[in-house]
């Protein structure tokens, strides 16, 4: 009998698995999802490192239109006030095959959804209840639906409800007292960058990243502010007092539709004590994105999942966690030590980060153990 596999959430997690079955496999799989429809938000561009590309070139990732992607060579950093620090050239990570690539969220959602929409994706899909039943699991949902699965993979994000299902250990993510802040440039801007590459601004409390997310001139911008309270109302004047206080020039650039979220994290990852239950992306572990890794790791979460499941591994929870938390240790402890380097507020301390800065990109060995190690394929 062919093995079945319930997936829980078609974000980019849940949909990367979906594709992976369904090329390289013959499980039967369906996706719930508890929207009415995907997410195609526009105004939300992702970075994508080789180790995710890679992967992602598995299910075709290599045929979407090349108008739609783009291939920044280079971080270029800058102080708050548009000086430049330094540059690192990320493209010495790209092979012929898969490169740093940058595209908006909604991209590569389209892209995902193309070969399971009709027959692999359910919407308005809620768990009510779970049992377990002759070696598998049947789950109930809301609507009175119900399926009896060998696998249940939860996809369903940071605040994954199907853990509440299956643990009764809490995971429960932390605010991180900051606020996130996005939207997509169209029109020119005074700023003194390449547009070619990623551009990263760091200021007291906060920082800001500008990258092309296609072939238009369309690019992206992500402010992270460090506060303690989330008010989405009065994200206009949260960016006057602690932004354009820095550097007043930038107000142009927040003319746009500003959209905005409080930032969370996992502090630890903890693993399933169902051996037929399995968590990917954001469930697993939540990073800050100040390593832009949190699509890569859900991407490399849903490829290792697959191949321990395909290979039919019978110690495949110990393995899957081993390996996913080791991996989740070096991307949060790197996620982590960015979001306080970048944000310092004295002067001083961000005269020593900048000299340490430039030192740094120039050592191979350093660039190769910091990022080969996150962006290796
Ligand atoms: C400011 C910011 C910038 C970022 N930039 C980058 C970047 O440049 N590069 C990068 O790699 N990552 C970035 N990330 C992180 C990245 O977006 C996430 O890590 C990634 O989207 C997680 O994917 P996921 O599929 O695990 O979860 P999600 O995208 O959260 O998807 C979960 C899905 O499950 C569904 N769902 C939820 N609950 C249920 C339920 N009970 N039942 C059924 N379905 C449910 C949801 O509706 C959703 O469709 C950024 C994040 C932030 C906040």
Redesign the pocket.
């Known amino acids: 009998m062919k093995k079945k596999i319930a997936i ?9 698995l979906a594709n992976l079955i369904k090329k390289n496999s013959d499980f039967e799989f369906m996706l ?4 009415e429809s ?2 195609l938000d526009d105004g ?6 080789t180790n ?1 590309v890679s992967i992602l070139n598995k299910i075709d990732f290599n045929k979407v239109d090349p108008k739609d992607i783009f291939h920044p060579t280079a971080i270029d950093f800058f102080t708050i006030k548009n000086e430049k620090i330094c540059d690192l050239e990320i493209s010495k990570f790209n092979t012929e095959y898969s490169k740093y690539t ?1 595209l908006k ?1 909604s991209t590569l959602i389209e892209f995902l959804k193309d070969e399971i929409y009709i027959q692999h994706l359910r919407f308005g ?3 009510k209840e779970v049992t377990e039943l002759k070696g598998k699991v049947l789950i109930k949902f809301h609507d009175n639906t119900n399926d009896l699965v060998d696998y249940v993979v939860g ?8 853990r509440s299902f299956f643990e009764k250990k809490k995971n429960q993510p932390s605010f991180k007292k900051a606020i ?1 802040i ?1 939207l997509i440039l169209k029109t020119k801007h005074n700023l003194d960058i390449n547009e070619k590459n990623i551009s990263l601004f760091m200021g007291s409390n906060l920082h800001l ?1 500008i990258y092309p997310i296609n072939k238009k001139n369309e690019l992206n911008l ?1 402010c ?1 502010i460090r506060d303690k309270k989330y008010d989405p109302d009065n994200i206009k004047s949260l960016i006057e007092r602690r932004l354009l206080t820095q550097n007043p020039n930038l107000e142009d650039l927040f003319k746009g539709d500003l959209k905005s ?1 409080p ?1 969370y994290s996992s502090s630890k990852a903890l693993p399933s004590s169902n051996k037929k239950v399995f968590y ?5 572990n ?2 800050l ?1 100040t390593l ?7 991407i490399e979460s849903a490829y290792e999942l697959f191949n321990l499941i395909k290979d039919e591994n019978l110690d495949a929870s110990n393995v899957y966690f081993t390996t996913r938390s080791e991996r989740t240790k070096i991307v949060r402890r790197r996620s982590n030590f960015n979001f306080f380097a970048f944000h310092f507020s004295s002067s001083f301390m961000q005269k020593i980060r900048n000299f340490f800065l430039k030192f740094l990109v120039k050592k191979k060995y350093f660039i190769k153990s910091y990022l080969g190690t996150v962006y290796k394929s």
């Open positions: 829980i959430g078609a974000g980019i997690a849940g949909l990367t719930y999802e508890k929207e995907l997410s939300f561009g992702i970075q994508l490192s995710s940058t969220r899909k809620r768990i996809a369903d994000g940071i605040f994954s409800n199907t996130a996005r990243v992500a992270i979220w930032l990917i992306g954001d469930a697993f939540g990073f994105p832009a890794q949190g699509a890569g790791q859900s």
